[in-house]
């Protein structure tokens, strides 16, 4: 599939680079015994420390720094056992300190690689360039007052991870679906609860245009996007935009924009004289954080199976479709789910079940998998029933929906409901003999060559029982009769 | 009340223990000499009420046989470290009435050992100056006259806590050394004063100037007095990362060790352009006593010595330029409203802050920026790096380094200057130590041809201040140093 | 490395102290001469030599992930020249 975009001049190669930010799940923040919680009245989740009083000094939290490790570990990067906290020094009303302390030369995790599973079914790897971990910031208000601001450091503080990818992409859709399977390893992992809207998962997105063989062209960045349609957007925005004014002879300028989801446009942030210089240089009240390799170690023996080694397992050895596999895959419980479910049974007819069936219920009640009353356990009785021959798959789909409604296992609906498939011959025949019996003038038809009918014919059967006649033994009695 | 004020804070604890005198009346006492010194500004703030308050429950547990190491002893604090419930200003104009609701933990150590506070102490603004004259509170005079009445500094950054212990209007000072703050005073004002190794003492609720390079120390009459005061002081605080987790050494049994068989290094490259020739001799003369004591002189070398001041006027300005970056009008202290955030910013800082401390921000924001972190700031790391080295090599060899304190004594306040490199020559000798993180004391050693004081310097083996206290303790008996200055309280005026 | 007067104004602005422009000159002055000196430093042959950042020697030390701070409003708005509803308040920032 080509990615490229095709100009009035030629076409042109989209690169992509994303820095993602992701807030890391832990009870305190990164260098303060503040709480990190979303959620509280302004400044509650503040300590003296968050709000840079004259005297205070940081202590980092040993879990943010696990939860980083955890982090590279799952994007299989190179875990860093010695890094170096940085001040990244510019002034803002949000940032009490009047620096942020970020990691710069030395970071805690180094290079990566996250594969990303594509919409034909095809995945690609994306390099990752580092991660590291830094100070969130705290919240402005620009709109409650005609020339006033409001700041709210409750933020201020929180651990963020930076997570730098190569500019290895080349469309939005790469781009999207790398945040999506970012997201999804961030959640297995509980490193990061991924909630777009919340802001703990946030992306700025580096886009350039080249004509293909070309070196880099200049890049811009779009900071901030806070869910997969708006990065999605901003992309093909700036990718027009950026091929409209270098079509039109002129130069991209590298500068930072920020999106408008009202218009789905970017627009320069209006930036002052001179660039930010932020005089980045190791903050002398910390020290080189040390990990010992076996702490990693016993870090990485921990992990929970993590989605792209269980999509292989779902492909490889249960023969599952790669689509269904990322379904499968993309939340950690929908795969502990799929694994107790199909456990002993026909795997393939179990994801089926899960990703047509039970997915639709959920997404039309609103409900979630965890809410759900049809436990793994009571789909997989279900799966066994239509395995066994007991009900046909039609029916099943009947006692789904009891299932979903009322929590009982199958068979207890089966059995209430007297759905039990006849696979009797003898009955099935009895009733073909009565449909031919009172239609002759459609067998008439039939055998004369109208081979349509022969779906009237099952249809005919199926009403007469109920819908519980086994359909194969029909077909196959109905063809025998009818041909002769 | 003069004879209150001659007892010695060793001497003192062992009266209040015993009931001969009362923390009250100690308290009163020095409230009084305060007072009656308070043309030399020590003092930027009394805590009177509360100093008694305080010395009334150190007399309910001295009454039953209990109390901390200072116990009813009073005590002066630099108003760099933050203590609750008082103004605490760096004595800059920018913090001018920000009163924090914390306390720094060398403060608490000191109270919850019995420590009486008289009142806050002046200082340089934001440490930043070795005459304590860039204070928004006008300049100490040093209680030592100089020829013909002349007023006097009394160096700095810590210079009100040095000129109220030698005018004894504080019986014991707190006070901070980034390139010899604690030290460079003491020498000036005929008092002791010690830089304990980086990391001894917390720096938590201290108004940061160079985080790498700040450590908070103990001022006092004599070496006894100064094991006292270190003893509350010190120790590992868990909410600054950069505390050292070392138990401290037996400072009271150190100070009767002597230096019999302790190897002395004397450094070649510590003779300096324009010393006055009174502090040659005076260094000779101390060499003389260890000697006599039994230590062995050796002569060392450190070669990297005069790259010390350099190096440190990149680094201490670099760290200072991003530690002051949180004085912006938002959160506490001085705002000049403005209608943008920006120029609130600008306005705000430019009024808050002073000529020197503003001249050092620029400096420490130019060395970082981009373009000059390599030539400049990472250069200071490298060449700290030789002179750490420096130091490490000759601690093979020696136990401690005798050096001078200071260049010359005491100088005119109001001296006018070129450039402001004139005055950063003031911590020659001083800054070595913090650039390595080692514990570096002053001992008043003699008079100058004028009668000022001069002290010399001790520096030790990082956590090994035991051995500072030995050697302190030699020159201290040795050299017999009995003067007092003209201003101090109860003295001719 | 010398210093002028439009570099004073760049790093007055990165640093956020307004320095009027009659003071530029004689500061760029002040600061040449303190760098002037500084770059003795160049004397020193540091090659192979590693900047020496922390002179403790040891690791940074790690707490535990409990929350021990927070919920002390009052004292973090104490000294505060503005406040509006538990917010700080400064002038408007133009984005």
Known sequence: MSNLVSGATGDWEVVIGLEVHAQVTSKAKLFSGASATFGADPNQNVALVDAALPGMLPVINQECVRQAVRTGLGLKAKINLQSVFDRKNYFYADLPQGYQISQFKHPIVGEGVLRIDLADGSSRDIGIERLHLEQDAGKSMHDQHPSKSYIDLNRTGVALMEIVSRPDMRSSAEAAAYVRKLRSILRYLGTCDGNMEEGSLRADVNVSVRRPGEDFGTRTETKNLNSLRFIQQAIDYEVARQIEILEDGGEIDQETRLFDTSTGTTRTMRSKEDAHDYRYFPDPDLLPLVIAQDEVDALAAALPELPDDIKDRLTGEYGLSPYDAAVITEERETALYYEQASKGRDRKLVANWMTVELFGALNKSGQTLADCKVTPERLGGLVDLISDGTISGRIAKDVFADMFDSGKDAAAVVEEKGLKQVSDSGAIEAMIDGVIAANEDKVAEYRGGKDKLFGFFVGQVMKQSGGQANPGMVNEILRRKLDG | MTDLLELGAVEARAALAARDVSAVELASAYIAAAEETASQNHYVAMTADRALEMAAQSDERLAKGEGGLIEGLPVGVKDLFCTAGYASTACSHILDGFTPTYESTVTANLWREGGVMIGKLNCDEFAMGSANETSHFGPVINPWRGKDGVDLVPGGSSGGSAAAVAARSALLATGTDTGGSIRQPAAFCGVVGLKPTYGRCSRYGIVAFASSLDQAGPFSRNVADNALMMQAMAGYDEKDSTSANVPLQDLTKALGQGVKGMKIGIPSEYVMDGMDPDVVTLWQQGQDWLKAAGAELVEISLPHTKYALPAYYIIAPAEASSNLARYDGVRYGLRVEADSLDEMYAKTRAAGFGEEVQRRIMIGTYVLSAGYYDAYYLKAQRVRRLIRDDFDTVFQTVDAILTPATPTAAFAVGRKVDDPVTNFLNDVFTVPANLAGLPGMVVPAGLNGDGLPLGLQLLGRPFDEATLYAAGQVIEDSAGFTATPAGRAGGQS | ?95
């Open chain 3, 1 to 95: 490395m010398s210093v002028d007067k439009t570099t004073v104004a760049k790093i007055a602005r990165l640093a956020r102290i307004h320095v009027p422009e009659e003071r530029q000159e004689s500061i760029a002055e002040e600061l040449n001469g303190i760098l002037s000196w500084v770059d003795e430093l160049n004397e020193v042959n540091t090659d192979n030599v590693e900047p020496l950042a922390n002179v403790t020697g040891h690791g940074l030390p790690m707490r535990e992930d409990v929350v021990t701070d927070g919920n002390r409003i009052d004292e973090v708005l104490a000294n505060v020249p503005e406040t509006a509803g538990g917010f700080f308040v400064v002038p408007k920032v133009v984005e």
